[in-house]
């Protein structure tokens, strides 16, 4: 079983550290705020036109400069409910301002879907973070390689294993090297309805290895830079070993 500790949402940052805002949204999306206050939101969520309803709320109206959905299924993909009139990226592509740059890179969605899904690189405050969407664990090696080493991923999974296995969601995250994984894609009491038949990730918590510690994070934001992330493993025979953060909030809950 990990190691678990707790944390406040809004780190305290060292005089002159750059760092970005992190907002979990809620489901798979995120918002991030740069230092030069450009806001890029990924995958915006939405009931389904068919079928139960998976969400408590509908998606609260957040503003953003860039508006980017890593695949079209509708808990991913209301970029075009997005108030104001946001940058919208739905594919491969690019954005860059001079306080944060995005790549979406394509790659392919998990199970027997197949769909074209980007693995989202957002760079700022001189973090580098990747979202994986819905993305398979049996990954195309270029495009891994487009993507290259990360500080955060991340990456979908629940104790229904809806998408991926442990085993597989363990093998795409840390594809990327990461210093932290922080899950979405779970059932979030006030976000996310059971009868989504998502279900939450303790027991996925529980199963992680024992040098994996787990980080609780009391609010939907946090700010995060150089100095709150762990440290990075340098020495060539030794591989990282990442922490898990976790939101035990949403901003969607209100």
């Known amino acids: 079983m990990s190691a678990l500790f707790s ?12 760092g970005v805002e992190v907002t979990y949204i809620g489901h ?5 705020t740069a230092p030069d206050d450009t806001r890029v939101l990924i995958d915006p ?15 609260p109206p957040v503003v ?7 695949h079209d299924h509708f808990d991913h993909n209301a970029v075009g409910k997005v108030p104001g009139f946001p940058v919208l990226l739905t594919g491969s592509g690019e954005f860059e301002t001079p306080g ?15 769909m074209p899904n980007s693995l989202v690189v957002v760079e700022a405050g001189g973090v580098k973070f990747v979202h994986c969407g819905d993305n398979r664990f049996d990954f195309n090696l ?28 363990w093998q795409l995250a840390t594809a990327f090297s990461p210093r932290v994984i922080v899950p979405m894609h779970y059932l979030l009491p006030g976000v996310v309805k059971a009868s989504s038949t998502l279900l939450g990730i303790e027991n996925w ?22 100095d709150v992330l762990p440290l990075r493993q340098e020495r ?17 809950i209100g």
């Open 7 to 18: 944390g406040t949402g809004n780190v305290e940052q060292g005089i002159g550290a750059q």
């Open 28 to 32: 798979a999306s995120f918002l991030w």
């Open 45 to 59: 969520y939405q009931d389904p036109d068919e079928g139960p309803p998976w969400f408590e709320k509908d998606f």
């Open 64 to 70: 953003a400069d860039l508006a980017v959905s890593t």
């Open 100 to 114: 944060i740059r995005v790549t979406a890179v394509p790659e392919v969605h998990a199970g027997k879907c197949v």
């Open 142 to 169: 270029e495009a891994v390689a487009a993507v290259g080493q990360v500080d955060i991923v991340m990456v979908a999974v629940d104790d229904s294993q809806h998408l991926m296995s442990w085993d597989e969601v």
């Open 205 to 226: 918590l529980a199963s992680l290895p024992d040098d994996v510690a787990v980080r609780r994070l009391e609010g939907p934001e946090i700010t995060i830079s150089e």
């Open 236 to 252: 060539l025979d030794s591989r990282q070993t990442p922490e898990v953060w976790v939101f035990d909030s949403a901003f969607a």
